[in-house]
């Protein structure tokens, strides 16, 4: 993605803008520990040239005590001034962290395919920490630094125009040398990020299917495919070395190099009287804080560097759009049943590929659907446009009527419930678990979903109630005991719609009663579709709907479907046992 330079400064500022009241104060203090950095030679060159005409022993002392004063009010300001960078920097940065991890969990599902939880990881925290870091040391680096350094040429200037003309052409030549190298380590760096995010990616990728790994055999690709990436993250990180050693040297030979400056002009101008010995000691100590100003650039070189490559990688997430944009509203009221319609819905996820072909369908508020079709035909895929995971390639899904393009995904998402075969549990009390963490949810309230839902008797079997911790993964739940908490959430959630994916393997019979008393009570009154892995699960539905490689074959009222002896349901109620599971 190309981003302009206006891009990068928008989303900087938007940061930036308001820490203002503490920038002004921090500038307060950086000018005045550059004041007084500034004035610290002078009082050098008055003590020097005191001692060297044997003046007062009073104005000797004095001198020396001042100096004291000033440089250690130097150290305290300039202190100040860092703390205060720092705080703005981090305050400015956690503020971006928390708009570019919504930013990111709002965008599709395409882009989730695409890029791995783990390397979202890595821009998100590991981008944003190197921006931080980078932004407590920028003012003081660059606005302080180069401030200071230009007060000095100044000063060097005002004492004699040929050092001083000396100086800015030394200024001058490093800061195209420092420029020169920093354009040889920028894409050096990028791609240093970029293969830690891979890495981070690849160990996310591969610890989840670890169990998948090693019983399929595959332990020695993946490390080889570790090595290989291991390899490449090494030799990046060989050739960023490089670059700064590069640039370690180059700026020692400024350093000799400016000395050389002053201590040749200095001594000419000494015998030439036309500058005292404190002058030249003065102009010597100028150039020590200038020439370190320089090597203190260089060491946050790596820092500078890296935060391009950040800014570049955090910009390109920021301003990557959303492939399903927000609408205005289709004014869904919480509880109250909705309508569903699919007109013509085609839908592919990759460019050229089609997974639903010319889905048509109707659903009168209230009414539950039971969707059957073999693995692969596309039943999951059709529940995802009703989120708006993905919009479909062409057609059109409305609920109550409207096209939920016009939704707002927020509160589309909110008013679609969800049972799924993998229920996500967190390691927290069962409590955090119902809530998502929402602790303005009363616990009363839970417990009477709870009673509602037919699941006092579970319940009071938990050992410490709500408190019971549950640990991720589902540690110490049975699959069915999960189910029965999804169908808690979604209960809470009290939405319109609600959609059941049935558990493709069986539950114990007495969790299984739980779960479908809970399911009666959660669809009545709201609109359902259960995606059917036996038909023992639609025995109960109004219509069926049965999909072929993403084909709708049938469709009509159970019922009907049932009595009408050329039908497919009918065939597979003849064929099949109803605890049977579709292949
Ligand atoms: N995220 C995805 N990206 C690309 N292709 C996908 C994705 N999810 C599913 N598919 C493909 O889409 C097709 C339909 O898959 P889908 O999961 O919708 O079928 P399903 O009927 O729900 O299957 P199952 O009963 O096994 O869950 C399959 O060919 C599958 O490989």
């Given at each position: 993605m190309t981003l302009h330079f206006a891009q990068y400064r928008d989303l900087l500022l938007r940061y930036l803008r308001p820490q203002w009241p503490k920038f002004v104060l921090m500038t307060i203090t950086l000018l005045g520990s550059i004041a007084l950095e500034l004035y610290n030679p002078q009082i050098l060159k008055t003590f020097i040239d005191t001692v060297k005409a044997q003046g007062n022993l009073n104005t000797l002392v004095g001198s020396a005590i001042l100096f004291l004063i000033v440089a250690l009010g130097a150290q305290i300001v300039s202190s100040a001034a860092t703390y205060m960078s720092s705080d703005v920097g981090w305050t400015a940065t956690n503020s971006m962290r928390e708009e570019v991890a919504l930013h990111c969990i709002e965008l599709d599902m395409a882009f989730h395919k695409a890029h791995m939880p783990g390397e979202l990881l890595e821009r998100i925290d590991g981008d944003v920490g190197t921006l931080s870091s980078f932004f407590s040391t920028f003012i003081i680096q660059i606005v302080g630094h180069g401030l200071l350094m230009l007060g000095i040429l100044l000063i060097v200037a005002f004492i004699n125009i040929w050092i001083g003309l000396a100086l800015i052409l030394y200024s001058v030549g490093a800061f195209l040398a420092l420029r020169r190298l920093q354009s040889l380590g920028v894409p050096i760096f990028v791609q240093q990020r970029q293969l830690a995010a891979d890495l981070v990616g690849f160990y996310e990728e591969h610890m989840n299917g670890i169990l998948d790994v090693i019983t399929s055999g595959g332990s020695a690709y993946v490390i080889r495919r570790y090595i290989d990436l291991q390899r490449r993250v090494n030799s990046n990180s060989y050739r960023s070395g490089f670059v700064e050693q590069g640039m370690r040297i180059a700026v020692t030979m400024f350093l000799v190099l400016g000395n050389i400056i002053v201590v040749v002009g200095g001594t000419y101008l000494l015998l030439d009287r036309q500058i005292t010995l404190g002058a030249i000691i003065m102009l010597s100590n100028y150039v020590m804080i200038f020439t370190n100003q320089l090597v203190n650039l260089s060491f946050t070189f790596n820092t500078w560097q890296l935060a391009a490559a950040s800014m570049k990688r955090i910009a390109e997430l920021y301003y990557t759009p959303s492939r399903v944009q927000d609408g205005p509203g289709i004014g869904l009221s919480a509880g109250e049943a909705a309508s569903i319609t699919f007109d013509h819905v085609s839908f592919g996820y990759?460019?050229?590929?089609?997974?639903?072909?010319?889905v048509t369908f109707e659903l009168a508020a209230g009414e539950i659907l039971g969707i059957i079709g073999r693995?692969?035909?596309g039943k999951t895929s059709l529940t995802r446009l009703l989120f708006r995971f993905y919009d479909p390639t062409s057609g059109t899904i409305k609920l109550n009527g409207e096209?939920?393009?016009?939704?707002?995904i927020a509160e589309l998402r909110h008013n679609i419930g969800i049972v799924t075969q993998e229920v996500q549990l967190f390691n927290a009390s069962l409590r955090d678990n119902l809530t998502f963490f929402?602790?303005?949810?009363?616990d009363e309230q839970l417990l009477t979903f709870i009673e509602e839902l037919g699941l006092g008797d579970w319940y009071r079997?938990?050992?410490?109630?709500?408190?019971?911790e549950l640990t991720a993964g589902?540690?110490?739940?049975?699959a069915g005991e999960a189910q029965l908490l999804a169908l808690i959430r979604v209960f809470l959630k009290n939405p319109c719609l609600v959609i059941l994916d049935e558990a493709s393997s069986r539950l114990d019979m007495a969790t299984e009663r739980l779960c479908m008393n809970a399911t009666t009570r959660l669809l009545a009154k709201r609109t359902g579709l259960i995606i059917a892995h036996r038909l023992a699960t639609v025995e109960q539905v109004d219509k069926i709907l049965v999909l072929e490689a993403g084909h709708i074959v049938e469709y009509g009222p159970r019922v009907a479907l049932a009595k009408d002896p050329m039908s497919r349901y009918s065939k597979l109620l003849r064929t099949m046992n109803s605890e049977e599971t579709f292949a």
């Open positions: 990759d460019e050229g590929q089609t997974i639903l072909h010319d693995s692969g035909s096209d939920i393009r016009q939704a707002n929402d602790d303005r949810i009363p079997d938990q050992p410490a109630g709500l408190d019971t589902g540690g110490g739940l049975s």
